[in-house]
């Protein structure tokens, strides 16, 4: 059970006002808020373990590294992986998925075929184009239908012995449907080919266990599930990480260098170039702690609640239309009323102190499908009430009146 009240004692944010008026945090698909557990990890840090990892003698160093791998181990537990080091932390779910693509630069071939969903985030289809345009393979669309599932008939028409890749997200950001990975993990596995997953939507709503999903690939980035931004994890299985080429030379990921070669450290320390965002990762470590402290069977009903009370009070709104009624989704809704621009609506909540999302959530494709320039789009986090969505309603009621 969510006690929500405690809960948002421990996010200070939540006391500010915007506008005026008390900050009700509707974009949670975009970033996460901080907890203060994640917050005083990061002070903590600044104030009394800052120093370089992986290099030094001295005490401070060791410290630092000590609680920076301490912070891969939390995040490895979490989504079950199988060794610390399929576990390479990254700058975010973008980095992640650029690492995979240019590692695939020299594994595929003209030819060879990459599947992306039609739900996917610019991040999830733009690295695999460059990857097509490099290669000459060629990139094909898993279609979805007009609840915004994707249509499995049809991938499993797509994949053949000449599919490589499938790329799909695990939740879209847009919409807010669950695909149903781990059949087209099993599906994409069955004619030999790979699959990177893309959890940045997931990670706050669901615990995903990489092992049990069988999954090669699995990217996500810390601000969405309570951390810090500028981080994130790309779990990889180990012969997939072997295979896959640096990404990046520089320092940290060496073996021995010479001008004539270089041999690059093992794993996770190949993926691994530079000095990284260490308090973030030790941050990422606390905001996994925070999490499961709370518990994700609780979180998902709460939200679950959440998303039933906002749609049925949404749905009154004479015009309102919601795009993406799959009947797996999470805490998103995206909508439009008509004959109003979503930046207005969003313009007008914002006076109101409400933070929504309006524009194309950077799945272009998708407001594509649906023929509209954007949406105006809330999502949920565990730490919103229902009264923040009686706001809400009340707000877009106030939009329409003041814009039709
Ligand atoms: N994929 C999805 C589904 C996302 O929602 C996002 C963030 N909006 C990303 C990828 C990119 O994440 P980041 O900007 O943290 O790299």
Known sequence: MINV??????????????????????????????????????????????????RGVHTLSQEATDLYEEARLKIQKHFNAKHSYEIILTSGTTHGINLVANGFSSLIKKGDEVLVSALEHHSNIVPWQMLCERTGATLKVIPMNDNG????????????????LVFVNHISNALGTINP?????????????????????????????????????????AHKMCGPTGVGMLYGKEEWLNKLPPYQGGGEMIDQVTFEKTTYAGLPHKFEAGTPNICGGIAFGAAVDYMNAIG?????????????YATQQLLKIEGLKIYGT??????????NVEGIHPYDIGTILDKLGIAVRTGHHCAQPIMDFFKIPGTVRASFAFYNT????????????TAKMMLS
């Not at 509707?26 to 120093?51: E, G, L």
């Not at 699959?195 to 706050?204: E, F, K, T, Y």
């Not at 799959?326 to 909508?335: G, L, P, Q």
Request: aromatic letters at 8%.
């Open 5 to 54: 009240n405690k809960i948002r004692e421990d996010f200070p944010i939540l006391n500010r006002e915007v506008n005026g008026k008390p900050l009700i945090y509707f974009d949670n698909a975009a970033t996460s808020q901080t907890p203060k557990q994640v917050i005083d990890v990061i002070v903590d840090y600044y104030s009394n373990y800052n120093a370089n990892i992986h």
């Open 149 to 164: 599932e994707l249509i499995m008939s049809e991938y499993e028409a797509l994949l053949s012995e000449k599919t490589k």
């Open 181 to 221: 990975i781990k059949q087209m993990i099993e599906m994409a596995h069955k004619v030999g080919a790979a699959v990177l997953v893309d959890g940045a939507q997931s990670c706050p709503h669901l615990k995903s266990d990489v092992q049990e999903l069988d999954v090669d690939f699995y990217v996500t980035s």
């Open 296 to 308: 994700f069977e609780n979180i998902a009903s709460y939200e679950h609640e959440l998303l039933e």
């Open 326 to 335: 799959a009947k797996e989704k999470t805490s998103v809704i995206s909508f």
């Open 386 to 397: 229902k009264e923040e969505i009686d706001a809400l309603v009340e707000g877009v009621k």
